[in-house]
């Protein structure tokens, strides 16, 4: 049965093994594309028929518990395998303008990742999380290198030590919090602190998890990877790593610290309220440093460590105010969604257009809404997006954000969050005044193959349709969120 459970993971891991044998016999990189895109789509479908066929609030627990399969991990399965789908339909392009070797590795490597993430996402137990947590770090510091030149190489190094290094702060932290309680089992560790007074040795668990996992999600100060691995890495990558990896580090931050620490009271408001100061953090710093961005690439990292402080708002209010649970949970997952589907779009847009133009450099996409009108339509979608206005997700995945922290009693951090959105609107806006009125440089048109539109237009009609028609999505949110 436990195996069963376990079925959308462990197709992946066998296609990922299929791929790299086939590519002994099969030369036709189209075929090895189709192979991987089949086996992240039967990934998808599992996770989804267990999702509709699984009870409301119901959960089914394999190995002894130390993995929960319930609503909410099944849902960010279904996040971690669409992600993987356009990504990999976004690579065609771009990775066979520059080389077409060792793209079957490439391929594996984007599924044993996505592997790792939804074993994350599932996981109830403190050691499960960090095998699963490396089993995803390790192939995404492989795929950051893949260009195997100068600035990718420094990419991979780069985050290669600094996950080497959250990973030791998340033990340490692990190691504190199970010398404490005496168990790794989530549920076990609730039922331990449920009660207990202020301890210094527990707190400081909770913030050592706090830092490891912080990595993952890109806040302040553990963001400093960000800025280098987006440019240095193949932009599919950071694509995949600007979503995939975050809604990840999220999924582990609400399923640890809901189930394990939201008793006592005084302890999940500790956590909260420095959450809360994080978001502010976060938010300012990316938002303040994205201004001055000349590299596309750069300004969407620093972009995403501002999206990271958005979230938080969310975690700041589900510690601070238990009556906010279900809500903040709910909105953090919208949120999540919805800027997994704008952020790709985004960069599938980038993909695209720097296939033409060659360069990474805001300046030069001038004049794009005259070269590639549609192209720069949907850049100017996901822009929006990510800003906040309507009538795209991002607008709504903000006012449930919002919505939840008020309801928390944050009004406080809700109106840093407003002015923080002012703020960013500057350069998401520069671009598209580049991108629209801008001289243009050259009177060609911007080519692209059917899988790059393909990805780009279930982006762009995923930001659109969250953005206008929002409570399908939401309601079924709020079905997982009832779990906790």
């Known amino acids: 049965m436990d195996i069963l459970l376990l079925t959308p993971e462990w197709t992946l891991v066998a296609f990922s093994l299929a791929i790299i044998l086939l590519e002994l016999f099969i030369k036709d990189r189209a075929i090895i594309e189709g192979i991987t895109i089949c086996g992240l789509v039967i990934s998808m479908l599992v996770s989804l028929i267990f999702l509709i066929n699984l009870p409301v609030g119901n959960t089914y627990f394999a190995f002894n518990g130390m993995l929960n399969i319930d609503h909410i991990a099944l849902i960010f399965n279904v996040v971690f395998t669409g992600a993987a789908i356009l990504v990999v339909l976004a690579s065609k392009d771009y990775f066979i303008s520059r080389f077409q070797n060792n793209l079957s590795e490439y391929f594996a490597l984007i599924m044993v990742s996505t592997t790792g993430m939804m074993l994350m996402a599932a996981a109830n137990e403190l050691i499960t999380i960090y095998l699963s947590l490396e089993l995803a770090g390790i192939s995404l510091y492989v795929l950051a290198g893949y260009l195997k030149d100068n600035t990718s190489a420094e ?40 009660g207990i007074q202020r301890n210094p040795i527990l707190i400081a668990g909770i913030i050592l998890l706090m830092g490891g996992l912080g990595f993952k999600i890109g806040a302040v100060p553990f963001h400093m990877w960000i800025p280098d691995v987006y440019e240095g890495a193949p932009t599919p990558v950071t694509a995949f790593l600007s979503v995939a990896s975050k809604a990840a ?83 953090i997952l919208f949120f999540l969604i919805s800027y997994t589907l704008t952020n790709l779009g985004a960069f599938i847009s980038i993909i695209i257009a720097t296939n033409a133009i060659r360069s990474d450099l805001i300046i030069d996409f001038s004049g794009l809404g005259k070269r590639s009108p549609l192209l720069a339509l949907a850049l100017t979608l996901c822009l929006i997006s990510l800003i906040g206005m309507p009538p795209a997700a991002g607008f709504i995945a903000k006012f449930y954000i919002f919505r939840s922290a008020i309801q928390g009693n944050l009004l406080w951090l809700v109106i840093i969050a407003v002015l923080n959105s002012v703020i960013s609107a500057y350069y998401y806006l520069r671009v598209v005044k580049v991108m629209w009125l801008g001289r243009q440089e050259s009177e060609e048109k911007i080519p692209s193959s059917w899988p790059l539109k393909l990805a780009l237009g279930i982006s762009c009609l995923g930001v659109l349709v969250l953005g206008i028609i929002p409570g399908s999505l939401m309601h079924v949110a709020q079905l997982a969120a009832n779990i906790f």
Do not use: E
């Open 155 to 194: 990419a991979s190094l780069k985050y290669l030590l600094l996950g080497a290094l959250a990973s030791a702060v998340f033990l340490y932290g692990m190691a504190l919090v199970f010398g404490f309680t005496g168990t790794t089992q989530l549920n076990d560790i609730a039922l331990y602190t449920n």
């Open 249 to 331: 580090g999220f999924a582990v931050i609400m399923r640890t610290f809901i189930t394990a620490f939201s008793m006592p009271t005084w302890l999940s408001q500790d956590w909260g309220t420095i959450f809360a100061i994080l978001a502010v953090i976060t938010m300012l710093t990316g938002n303040i440093i994205a201004i001055p961005q000349t590299n596309i690439k750069r300004m969407l990292g620093y972009s995403s460590i501002a999206q990271a402080g958005y979230i938080m708002v969310g975690l700041a209010a589900l510690g601070v105010s238990q009556s906010t649970v279900s809500s903040g949970q709910s909105s």
